[in-house]
Nanobody, 112 residues
Framework: QVQLVESGGGLVQPGGSLRLSCAASGFTFSYYAMSWYRQAPGKEREWVATILNTESSTSYADSVKGRFTISRDNAKRTVYLQMNSLKPEDTAAYYC?????WGQGTQVTVSS
């Protein structure tokens, strides 16, 4: 079955950077789009970014456009989210998603 394991979260100061990773298994990774979502305490889960199976096609939420970059390595079956210029409002649990399946999430906290 589909398994997604996120990593790379942590505590970072405003203006800092983090790179999240999502390791995938249980399906033909290179065939499918991959997405990142996030959920802050007391808020609904929101879409952050998507990358299609063709690595050059990406899309972003307006709130992260220009600061976050989604990428994938099909050989490693991994999708990444490079997050730069982080803001306190980026604090959330970040989830990897594909084909309706979700990982367990990784916590990102942006605070001084």
């Amino acid at each position: 079955q589909v398994q997604l394991v996120e990593s790379g979260g942590g505590l970072v100061q405003p203006g800092g950077s983090l790179r999240l990773s999502c390791a995938a298994s249980g399906f033909t990774f290179s065939y499918y789009a991959m997405s990142w979502y996030r959920q802050a305490p007391g808020k609904e889960r929101e879409w952050v970014a998507t990358i299609l199976n063709t690595e050059s096609s990406t899309s972003y939420a307006d709130s992260v456009k220009g600061r976050f970059t989604i990428s994938r390595d099909n050989a490693k079956r991994t999708v990444y989210l490079q997050m730069n210029s982080l803001k306190p409002e980026d604090t959330a649990a970040y989830y990897c998603e594909t084909r309706g399946s979700w990982g367990q999430g990784t916590q990102v906290t942006v605070s001084s």
